[in-house]
């Protein structure tokens, strides 16, 4: 089994910046993939951001340029970083991890944009 636990979570204004991080713990030798997805109110679960064990990564249209994601191994920790947030990236971000083809899922940690 695998266990995800996100923060950095927030309220935070248009145009701020947040950082989300995803720990990983238990049997996680064999992740392959490591995200981020998010599901706002009525809407969808949809992809962020995951990148995958050799480094390549895969974002969104909607937060090309904006937001970034990166791993530190030494901590099995991935970070979700958030530039230039808009009202409409307002919604539970969730961490993902896949091994085997097995996906695994963190708790959400809710962003929400506003003045």
């Known amino acids: 089994q695998v266990q995800l636990v996100e923060s950095g979570g927030g309220l935070v204004q248009p145009g701020g910046s947040l950082r989300l991080s995803c720990a990983a713990s238990?049997?996680?030798?064999?992740?392959?993939?490591m995200g981020w997805y998010r599901q706002a109110p009525g809407k969808q679960r949809e992809l962020v951001a995951v990148?995958?064990?050799?480094?390549?990564?895969n974002y969104a249209d909607s937060v090309k340029g904006r937001f970034t994601i990166s791993r530190d191994n030494a901590k099995n920790t991935v970070y979700l970083q958030m530039n230039s947030l808009k009202p409409e990236d307002t919604a539970v971000y969730l961490c993902?991890?896949?091994?085997?083809?097995?996906?695994?899922w963190g708790q959400g940690t809710q962003v929400t944009v506003s003045s």
């Open positions: 993902n991890a896949r091994k085997a083809s097995v996906p695994y």
């Open positions: 238990g049997s996680i030798f064999g992740i392959n993939v």
């Open positions: 990148i995958i064990r050799g480094g390549s990564t």
